[in-house]
């Protein structure tokens, strides 16, 4: 039996000063090494940006969806809703004849008028709040709202109403704003939602 | 290490550099689909409200009825969500059905549609909500 041996063909003196790199195969191994760390550390920048995108929308769209359905369910089956200011813990509706819009939301759960529920945006540290008659349950449900304007009114057309009519929608806007880090530009996002009272 | 088998290797770091970005993208389009999605039933939703806050008033004399289709005409929406860099906005338009499906007791089906599509594209999403509607006691 004949083995093939390696470098059999070369003689033994010379494999041993083959053995180094030159300078150019180095230079060309090192460019083709920097190439592939500059792959994967974009694939990395890039995978980070889109999550941050992702997690921008998910986040966002998950947390003020449930921070908004408690309120909805509130609205529908309460017995009497008022929009209107919330500002040192006093509620001011706004009047019959003026336009139906404003910063608070009050609703009577029950026909007692002292159990009471204020959904309202506190301008201080832009956020929207929760609170009830019972004192200390003030609660934050969102930050980062930029809109003062946040409830109205609606017909069921969808036009904001000048009086007190019964039957009327509860129209929110949140208009929220998310400063993102890696990604240019920047976050803003609105949620709406409506809610009718069930006992009309 | 010859010049082809360099080539040879970057093709395949290349390729799988590709394969890890498409991922990248895939997921972030899944999740901006799950987000307009959601956001769609909400203005399904929305619109239903609206017909819940029309005068349906059997016992009244003369009888107030606004629960009809005429009333509710196709609307078109924008889809709330965080709006990109490139501030691309999403539009849906709601369509509602009005039937009566029982006249004792009296009581009507509300059928809306959301309907959508993302980002442009030629196939259309339908988020669909449905209620039942007695008159106003």
């Given at each position: 039996m004949k083995l093939l041996l390696p470098f059999s063909r070369s003689p033994a003196p010379?494999?041993?000063?083959?053995?180094?790199?030159?300078?150019?195969?180095?230079?060309?191994?090192?460019?083709?090494?920097?190439?592939?760390?500059?792959?994967?550390?974009?694939?990395?920048?890039f995978g980070l940006s889109m999550y941050q995108i992702t997690e921008t929308k998910l986040t966002e769209s998950a947390g003020a969806r449930i921070a908004v359905s408690k309120m909805t369910d509130e609205i529908r089956t309460c017995t009497t809703t008022c929009v209107g200011s919330f500002t040192n813990g006093t509620f001011a509706g706004v009047a019959s004849g003026e336009v139906q819009s404003g910063s608070a939301l009050l609703?009577?759960?029950?026909?007692?008028?002292?159990?009471?529920?204020?959904?309202?945006?506190?301008?201080?540290?832009q956020t929207f709040r929760r609170t009830t008659s019972v004192p200390g349950t003030t609660t934050i449900l969102a930050d980062s709202v930029t809109n003062t304007v946040i409830f109205s009114a609606q017909d069921f057309y969808g036009n904001?109403?000048?009086n007190s009519q019964n039957n009327r929608v509860i129209?929110?806007?949140?208009?929220?704003?998310?400063?993102?880090?890696?990604?240019?530009?920047?976050?803003?996002?609105?949620?709406?939602?409506?809610?009718t009272r069930r006992t009309l | 290490m010859t010049l082809v088998e360099v080539a040879i290797a970057?093709?395949?770091?290349?390729?799988?550099?590709?394969?890890?970005?498409?991922?990248?993208?895939?997921?972030?389009?899944?999740a901006a689909k799950s987000a307009l999605?959601?956001?769609?039933?909400?203005?399904?939703?929305?619109?239903?409200?609206?017909?819940?806050?029309a005068s349906w008033q059997n016992a009244s004399s003369p009888p107030v009825d606004q629960l009809v289709a005429s009333n509710f005409p196709p609307?078109?929406?924008?889809?709330?969500?965080?709006?990109?860099?490139?501030?691309?906005?999403?539009?849906?338009?709601?369509?509602?059905?009005?039937?009566?499906?029982?006249?004792?007791?009296?009581?009507?089906?509300?059928?809306?549609?959301?309907?959508?599509?993302?980002?442009?594209?030629?196939?259309?999403?339908?988020?669909?909500?449905?209620?039942c509607r007695a008159p106003d006691s």
């Open positions: 010379q494999a041993t000063l083959a053995a180094a790199f030159t300078l150019t195969e180095l230079m060309i191994a090192m460019g083709v090494f920097a190439l592939l760390v500059i792959g994967v550390v974009g694939s990395g920048v609703l009577y759960p029950t026909t007692n008028s002292s159990n009471f529920i204020v959904y309202f945006f506190n301008p201080t540290d904001v109403l000048t129209h929110a806007c949140l208009e929220f704003f998310q400063p993102q880090g890696i990604v240019p530009g920047s976050g803003s996002y609105k949620l709406e939602t409506s809610a | 970057m093709g395949v770091a290349g390729l799988a550099i590709a394969g890890v970005v498409n991922g990248y993208i895939f997921c972030t389009q899944s999605s959601l956001a769609a039933g909400a203005r399904a939703i929305e619109r239903l409200e609206q017909t819940r806050a609307e078109v929406v924008t889809l709330d969500l965080p709006a990109s860099a490139s501030g691309i906005i999403t539009y849906a338009t709601n369509y509602i059905q009005i039937s009566q499906i029982s006249t004792n007791p009296p009581l009507r089906r509300i059928h809306v549609d959301c309907v959508w599509s993302f980002r442009g594209s030629a196939t259309l999403i339908t988020n669909t909500i449905e209620t």
